[in-house]
């Protein structure tokens, strides 16, 4: 139990991570008008390298916890935080791929 619970925790902490990187593009205009300083803009831009090799490593952790999750038939505590972890790293996934498209999407609502 403690090995897919592991994997499991580690793959929804780095999916929400994802996010948060991938978040880099529309984030710190929502941020800007929210009337948030310059300062913790930069701060988020900083943080937009780290949106790909932080998918991977999710991607991997979550598909190695629903591999043993499934083969020791795993209580729903952690197929919680392997489908959160899934929802989060797949939603960084589509911000990365389709940057554009969300910071035109982001333009038009400010």
Do not use: H
């Amino acid at each position: 139990m403690k090995a897919e619970y592991g994997l499991a925790r580690l793959g929804g902490i780095l999916g929400g991570g994802a996010f948060i990187t991938a978040a880099c593009c529309f984030l710190p205009l929502m941020l800007m008008a929210a009337g948030a300083g310059t300062g913790l803009v930069a701060l988020v831009g900083k943080a937009s390298v780290l949106a790909v090799p932080l998918i991977g490593l999710s991607a991997l952790f979550l598909i190695a916890g629903w591999w043993v999750a499934m083969r020791r038939q795993s209580p729903a505590r952690v197929r919680i935080w392997l489908g959160a972890g899934t929802v989060m790293t797949g939603l960084a996934a589509l911000i990365v791929l389709n940057e554009t498209a969300v910071i035109d999407f982001v333009l038009e609502r400010i």
